[in-house]
């Protein structure tokens, strides 16, 4: 621990060296406030014991420099009798503690023991926040397609507001991600993100998780229970699965929606909610509409903002990336060190359709490292039924010949599928696309007009 102490006064400095060198800390005096201040600049100190008083510049200047550059440092005042005052106003400046002079040894000692055990707890909690933004930050949520760079920007801008969002999408796509992104990048960070799956909880369990209820609402109901709106107070609430959300709860949400009040079951009185709501689904809700499982209403209420989060198959410049991501995961977590996956292995992933999205390839990439004995990851390894599923994806499947089929939008979409594939598995370099498709550099260049793949 380094301690920097700045007073004019020299014995005071080297009383305070004596008290604390034992400790093994190591202590710097300087008796002139700019030569305190120079020294922070060049150095980091753990406490900073500055006099108020001082020929040149006030303890209140260290203090506020400190604030400013390095406010993760505590500083402890010095004070004498006659300016206690001020040491309290500097303690609403955000000073950590003042002693008097002339102090007593034990004290100081106490004094900056604790500010010391402060500046760590500050520190530590700096850390795990960093940690947190980064895991919910775009760091966490990869993709270097366009149309994920488009949600990135979208995220972005939207993050800030209070609008609702829907986010749509396969399962598997990222949608918790992209709702935590959001809460994370917006002013309601500090506040809590609650999330809840609206599939997973019977219907009348999920009211009362929503809303909560009083001690005496319905039979079982001995205590208080304060609802997840009121939980995600001042925060993002993520409403997971909404598309199986109930009739009639959907009602009442869209009721939240528009007043931003909430009634506890049993209640009589409704209170004011700070909430922003997020919602997600994999359903597609105009069907859901159309079939009378979803409100009208509640879809344009809650429609204010999308984000269509694409599939996987969409997206394949995406899965080298996502495969090395998870690979370097896996490796972390496995306490393995291997390097890559064999260019089959690549091939497959490539042209595998991924029903299950994202997490399908975690999965996928997390049994391979389990199992993989060797540097590589091996084809060999995939489990059977996804082998099984692979090749039957290849062939042709007639069950595709139905009313409105055309042979034409159905050749171009493979061809589409295909250029787009190669262009990513080369890196976007169209030589060596046309050379892999067996094409020349021009069909290729019309083809990549005609299917609109310049980005
Ligand atoms: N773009 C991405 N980059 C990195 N990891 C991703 C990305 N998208 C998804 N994942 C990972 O895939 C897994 C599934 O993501 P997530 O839970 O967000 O999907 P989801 O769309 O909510 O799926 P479901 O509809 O099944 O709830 C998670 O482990 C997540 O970390
Ligand atoms: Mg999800």
Known sequence: ?????????????????????????????????????????????????????????????????????????????????????????AMKIGAEDYIIKPFDINELRVVVSKAYEKRKLRIENLRLRKELEESHGFSNLLGRCKPMQRVFVFIDKIAPTDSTVLITGESGTGKDLVAQAIH????????????????????????????????????????????????????TLFLDEIGEMPLSLQAKILRVLQDKKVRRLGENTEKNVDVRVVAATNHNLGARIEAGLFREDLYYRLNVLQIDLPPLRHRPEDIPLLFNHFLELQNRKQNKNISGAEPKLMEIFYNYRWPGNVRQMEHIVERLVVLSEGDQLT????????????????????????????????????????????????????RETARSLGLSYRSLRYYIEKYGLRE
């Open 379 to 430: 084809t060999d390894l995939l489990p059977p039924d996804f082998l099984r599923e692979y090749g039957r994806q290849e062939s042709f499947q007639p069950g595709l010949l139905k009313e409105g089929f055309s042979l034409t939008d159905y050749l171009d979409g493979l061809t589409r599928e295909i250029i787009l594939k190669a262009l990513a598995q080369s890196g976007n370099n169209r």
């Open 184 to 235: 994370y990048r917006s002013h309601r960070k500090e506040n809590p993100f609650v999330s809840i799956n609206c599939a997973s909880i019977p219907e009348n369990l999920l009211e009362s998780e929503l809303f909560g209820y009083k001690r005496g609402a319905f039979t079982g109901a001995v205590a208080d229970k304060v609802g997840l709106f009121q939980e995600a107070s001042g925060g």
């Open 1 to 89: 621990m380094r301690i920097l102490v700045v007073d004019d006064e020299k014995n005071i400095g080297e009383v305070i060296r004596l008290l604390f060198s034992h400790d093994g800390f190591e202590v710097e005096t300087c008796l002139t406030g700019r030569e305190g201040l120079a020294k922070m600049e060049k150095g980091l100190y753990d406490v900073v014991i500055s006099d108020i008083r001082l020929p040149d510049i006030t303890g209140i200047e260290i203090l506020r420099w400190v604030q400013e550059h390095t406010p993760e440092i505590p500083v402890v005042l010095i004070t004498a009798y006659a300016s206690t005052s001020q040491a309290i106003e």
